[in-house]
C-alpha cells in the first residue's frame, strides 16, 4: 500500500521556504546516468538488472564492434545504470592490427582508457566512476568548473547526433560528467550515448519486459565518502556553484560508536543532491566513513538513494529477490524504534508502521515532509558501496506545463536526509561491520 501524508500536513509544510541562492554557474537538470567500473560487465549488469528490476536497453562490446571494453546499459524509468569493463588489451591490440593501424580501435566512451580502468578496479573494485549530470551545455560546465578551481578529466567532447560530454574531477578516481544534447536533439532518441547499441529487454512468460520494473524512478541523491569534508565541498561548491542544501554533524548522529559529519550540495532545482561525509575520531570504534575510505582505497562515491513513489511496493519485489541473485538488506532496528515511530512520526497509520516494521523500513520528517528509507548490505566483495531505497512524501507544488497543463513536482529533498534515524542506522552498519571483522 502507498503511503501518503493528509492533506493539512502538506498545506502547512508547502509554506516552508529553504535559502536557496540559485548560485549554479552553469544549468544543472538532473542525474543523467552512474557508470560503474567491473571486472565482468554482464555478470554485474545481470545482477543488477534483477536485483532492482532495470531491463538492459543498450550495450557495446565485441559483438558491436567494440574491442576496448564492455558496457551494459540498465534502465527503469530515468534511472540509468552502465557497467563498464576493459577487454584484455590484446584484444584491441589485435583489431588494430586488423584495421592495418589505420586507425586505433575507438570506445563511444569519449576518452576511456583501458589501462586507467584496470587500475581503477584493482584499486578499488566494482565501484562508480562517473556521476552523469545532464546539463544545458556540457562545454559551458567544463569552461565554468575549470576556471573556478576544478580539474579537468575530459575537455568538451562532441559524441556525434548533437551530443556534448566532459569531464572534470569530483573526488578520488571519481568524475562528474557532464551530458548535452544540441538544439532541436531529443534526448530520448537512442537509450544511451551514440554508438552504443539500442536492445530489446528481453522477454518474460507473458511477453512483458524482462525484468519488470519494480517502480525506481531515479537517483535522488549520490553519496561520496572523503577525508576532509570541508575541502571537498569548498571545492565542489566552488566550481559548480551548487549551495548547501543540509549539514549534519557527530552530534546529530546520537550515542553510537562512532560517526561522521556531512554537507549535502545541491543544485538550484535541487534535483541533483551531492552529500559528502567525512570520518570523525576518537570514538568508541573505528568511524564507518574511514572503514570505506580504507577498503576503498581512498575517497569515493558510497551509495546512491534511488527514489520510488511506493516503497512498500518496490521492497516487496526486491526482497523476493534478496536471496535469489538480488540485494540483500541491514537487520533491521528492533521493537522499540517501532514502538516510538508513531510519536516520531504522527502522520503513519498503524496499518502503515506495521508495514515499515515487517520490512524493516525507517522513517523520518522535517518540516516540510516525511522520509522513508532502507539500505542494502554492500553490494561487492568490499563493505563499500551499497543501495538506499528511499519515498518522499509531501512538499508538492503545483507547476504549469507549456500549454497550460498542471503538473505536481515535489520539491527535492523533501522529508530530509534521515537525521533521526542515524543512530538505528549506525547501529545497523556497525553490527555488520563486525561480522566481516573490520
Not at 584491441?92 to 584496470?118: E, H, I, M, N
Not at 579537468?152 to 544534447?181: H, I, K, M, Q, W
Not at 577525508?227 to 548547501?244: Q, S
Request: hydrophobic fraction near 40%.
Amino acid at each position: 500500500m502507498a503511503i501518503g501524508v493528509p492533506a493539512q500536513q502538506q498545506q502547512v509544510r508547502q509554506a516552508f521556504e529553504r535559502q536557496n541562492p540559485l548560485s549554479d554557474r552553469f544549468g544543472m537538470k538532473a542525474f543523467h546516468h552512474i557508470e560503474f567500473y567491473c571486472g565482468d560487465a554482464i555478470n554485474t549488469a545481470s545482477r543488477f538488472s534483477w536485483g532492482l528490476g532495470m531491463p538492459m536497453v543498450a550495450k557495446s562490446d565485441q559483438s558491436t564492434g567494440n574491442p576496448v571494453h564492455a558496457s551494459y546499459v540498465l534502465r527503469s524509468h530515468d534511472l540509468t545504470f552502465v557497467f563498464t569493463a576493459p577487454y584484455a588489451t590484446h584484444l584491441a591490440v589485435a583489431a588494430d592490427k586488423v584495421q592495418r593501424l589505420s586507425a586505433p580501435p575507438t570506445s563511444p566512451l569519449p576518452g576511456f582508457d583501458a589501462d586507467k580502468a584496470y587500475a581503477f578496479f584493482r584499486a578499488h573494485g566494482m565501484a562508480a566512476r562517473a556521476i552523469g549530470i545532464e546539463v544545458e551545455d556540457a562545454a559551458a560546465a567544463y569552461e565554468q568548473c575549470t576556471a573556478n578551481g576544478g580539474t579537468g578529466v575530459l575537455a568538451p567532447t562532441d559524441c556525434g547526433n548533437g551530443v556534448t560530454v566532459s569531464e572534470v574531477a569530483a573526488y578520488g578516481d571519481v568524475v562528474l560528467r557532464f551530458v548535452s544534447y544540441g538544439q532541436g536533439v531529443d534526448a530520448h532518441s537512442g537509450a544511451f550515448l551514440p554508438g552504443f547499441q539500442d536492445i530489446s529487454a528481453p522477454k518474460g512468460a507473458g511477453g512483458e519486459a524482462w525484468p519488470a520494473t519494480y517502480g525506481i524512478e531515479r537517483v535522488d541523491h549520490a553519496v561520496g565518502n572523503v577525508w576532509d569534508m570541508m575541502e571537498a565541498v569548498e571545492r565542489l561548491g566552488g566550481m559548480t556553484g551548487m549551495h548547501r542544501f543540509a549539514e549534519f554533524t557527530a552530534e546529530d548522529v546520537g550515542t553510537v560508536d562512532s560517526g561522521l559529519n556531512s554537507v549535502v550540495l545541491a543544485s538550484n532545482n535541487e534535483v541533483v543532491l551531492l552529500p559528502l561525509n567525512e570520518p570523525t575520531y576518537g570514538t568508541k570504534r573505528k568511524s564507518q566513513i574511514q572503514t570505506y575510505l580504507e577498503q576503498n582505497v581512498g575517497p569515493g562515491l558510497q551509495h546512491l538513494a534511488l527514489k520510488t513513489n511506493d516503497i512498500i511496493g518496490t521492497l516487496r519485489l526486491m526482497k523476493e529477490r534478496s536471496h535469489m541473485g538480488g540485494f540483500e538488506f541491514l537487520d533491521a532496528p528492533g521493537e522499540a524504534y517501532y514502538s516510538d515511530l508513531p510519536a516520531r512520526v504522527p502522520e503513519l497509520t498503524p496499518q502503515q508502521v506495521s508495514e515499515l516494521q515487517e520490512l524493516g523500513v525507517l522513517a523520518d520528517k522535517d518540516d516540510q515532509g516525511i522520509l522513508l528509507q532502507i539500505f542494502t548490505k554492500p553490494c561487492g566483495d568490499r563493505p563499500t558501496f551499497f543501495i538506499e531505497i528511499i519515498q518522499r512524501i509531501g512538499c508538492e507544488d503545483a507547476v504549469e506545463l507549456p500549454g497550460g497543463q498542471v503538473q505536481m513536482v515535489q520539491r527535492g529533498g523533501c522529508g530530509g536526509f534521515g537525521k533521526g534515524n542515524f543512530r538505528a542506522l549506525f547501529k545497523s552498519i556497525e553490527d555488520y561491520e563486525k561480522k566481516l571483522g573490520v
